[in-house]
């Protein structure tokens, strides 16, 4: 091979600049949570993950757990097919159904991850309006700029969650286009909450379809766990609510729900839905399941909340940094990447804590951070113990303590 010292050189400068990615080796046991064993390089050792998107730990729940394994042994492993060449199993037609009912939508469309189901619904909407213009908000997950991209339609990046910007973008472009306003309603990295209302009164004003990522928010937030949009009841004013089946349902999937139309259009055309295996149909059962046991039961939503607010209290009290955000999401700042992997090297090492370190490009350098993820299975206690972890460290380190 003739060309491994290129690869070499771009691996050689990730790691020059404290960003080249290692993955924690682990093993999450049933009913160990939020307990995991890593596989280190000195051996196994058993660690507190602290930044897992299990939000509510429905990946282990024992009946999601069990409607998979009835599932497995009933339709086999996997689904047979694209979705167009066998590969519809009734639990897929369910399973949209259901994600609609949730929405208020009128249909709904499951992909392979919500990764896909924004690039291949944003290519394919981008591609459908002739000199469409997509406004994108500038913390938009990769998947949206990736789905930009393949749409080959212009691309506007308004200043994140800014109103006067995305009015400025708006104004300037001639009233006859097609446009888009894709946005996310809790960001991952910043934990903090797009103004959805705002957004659709420009959107009426503009004349533009709403496209919203509610990826972090469905599970956890708005009425049966319905998102964000919900929550605030303007569910009926997004065109386009999309999700996943990854994070507070603790599986795997992504999904959009939109008009009869839209929807249709999307299962007819995207690329990224008809060339690929669909879900396997135990996969999908465990997402019903997740699904049902969080539209019927407020408990764990009400558990992650205190744990959540307990989290913040206590980061507040030890004057550790956090972005201060009205999400589950509590970033903690530490501002370079070389530091950043020191505070995860000696929580892991000596306080057998998990959290990765987040870098450049998933955040700007200059605001690498720890992303900690709290959910019903961390304790006072746990919550306790990483405080006061973190404030060691931060003294230890010399870091900036919060004003
Ligand atoms: C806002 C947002 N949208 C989409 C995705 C992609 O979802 P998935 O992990 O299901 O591919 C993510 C993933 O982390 C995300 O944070």
Redesign the pocket.
């Given at each position: 091979m003739t060309y491994d010292h290129i690869f070499l050189q771009h691996l050689q400068s990730l790691k020059a600049e404290g960003r080249y990615r290692i993955f924690a080796d682990l093993e999450r046991l049933v009913g160990e949570a939020p307990y995991a064993l890593w596989h280190s390089p000195e051996g196994i050792k058993r660690v507190i993950v602290w930044c897992s998107n299990d939000y509510l730990g429905m990946s282990h729940h024992p009946d999601v757990i069990k409607a998979m394994t009835d599932a497995a042994e009933r339709y086999g492993a996997g689904s047979g097919g694209t979705r167009n060449i066998s590969g519809t199993a009734h639990s897929h037609v369910l399973l949209e159904n259901e994600v609609a009912n949730l929405h208020g939508k009128e249909k709904g469309l499951i992909f392979t991850?919500?990764?896909i189901a924004?690039e291949a619904t944003i290519s394919a909407l981008g591609q459908a309006l002739p000199n469409c213009v997509v406004l994108s908000d500038e913390k938009n997950?990769a998947?949206i700029i990736q789905g930009i991209r393949a749409a080959r339609c212009e691309r506007r990046v308004f200043r994140h969650n800014n109103l006067d910007d995305l009015r400025a973008n708006l104004s300037s472009l001639d009233p006859k286009r097609p446009k888009i306003i894709a946005f996310?309603s809790v960001y991952?990295m910043d934990g903090d909450i797009a103004p959805i209302e705002n957004i659709c009164d420009l959107a009426d004003e503009y004349n533009a379809i709403t496209y919203l990522?509610e990826?972090?928010a469905v599970g956890l937030y708005g009425p049966q766990g319905a998102g964000v949009a919900a929550q605030l009841g303007l569910q009926n004013r997004i065109d386009v609510i999309q999700a996943?089946f990854?994070k507070a349902y603790g599986i795997i999937g992504?999904y959009i729900t939109g008009s009869n139309s839209l929807v249709d259009y999307v299962r007819s055309t995207a690329s990224g839905f008809i060339f690929t295996t669909s879900l396997p149909p135990a996969v999908v059962a465990a997402i019903h399941k997740s699904i049902s046991i969080l539209r019927n039961d407020n408990n764990l939503r009400t558990q992650l909340w205190q744990r959540v607010t307990l989290l913040k209290k206590l980061l507040e009290k030890s004057s550790i940094p956090y972005q201060s955000a009205s999400s589950h999401i509590v970033p903690v700042i530490v501002g370079n990447a070389a530091e950043c992997q020191r505070v995860t090297d000696i929580l892991r090492q000596e306080y057998g804590i998990y959290v990765q370190p987040i870098n450049y490009p998933t955040v700007p350098r200059g605001q690498e951070r720890l992303r900690l993820t709290v959910t019903p299975n961390h304790t006072p206690q746990m919550i306790q113990e990483l405080t006061d972890a973190l404030e060691d460290i931060w003294n230890r380190l010399n870091l900036c303590l919060a004003a």
């Open positions: 991850s919500g990764y924004n997950h998947s996310i991952s990522d990826v972090h996943n990854a992504g």
